[in-house]
């Protein structure tokens, strides 16, 4: 299976911010939506934030307002810019894409990356 490769997860004080980086191998071709995801010690994986190729967003309700997605869709290389980060936002986070937008939606997108540690604490 075709991973995508994430960057930019670390460690970080509430209030502070980060970015993160997610790209695609050159041989997947143009994807139309990519995503993050994450999941939680003890939690279930859930939806953080999609765009699509036509940048289209959609977020969930924890974070809007304060992450904003963007992407290249030249390059499929999507970003996720974390602002006034919390504890509550300490996961590992999931770049994933797929051509069908609800799978992305749902959670069983084909490309998935290995994961990115973000956490949050004074």
């Known amino acids: 299976q075709e991973q995508l490769v994430e960057s930019g997860g670390g460690s970080v004080q509430p209030g502070g911010s980060l970015r993160l980086s997610c790209a695609a191998p050159?041989?997947?071709?143009?994807?139309?939506?990519m995503g993050w995801h994450r999941q939680a010690p003890g939690k279930q994986r859930e939806l953080v934030a999609v765009?699509?190729?036509?940048?289209?967003?959609k977020y969930t309700e924890d974070v809007e307002g304060r992450f904003t997605i963007s992407r290249d869709g030249e390059r499929n290389t999507v970003y996720l810019e974390m602002n006034s980060l919390t504890p509550a936002d300490t996961a590992m986070y999931y770049c994933?894409?797929?051509?069908?937008?609800?799978?992305?939606?749902?959670?069983?997108?084909?490309?998935w990356g290995q994961g990115t540690q973000v956490t949050v604490s004074s």
């Open positions: 994933n894409a797929d051509d069908r937008l609800f799978r992305l939606l749902q959670g069983t997108s084909e490309f």
């Open positions: 050159d041989d997947i071709g143009s994807i139309y939506a």
């Open positions: 765009i699509t190729r036509d940048h289209s967003t």
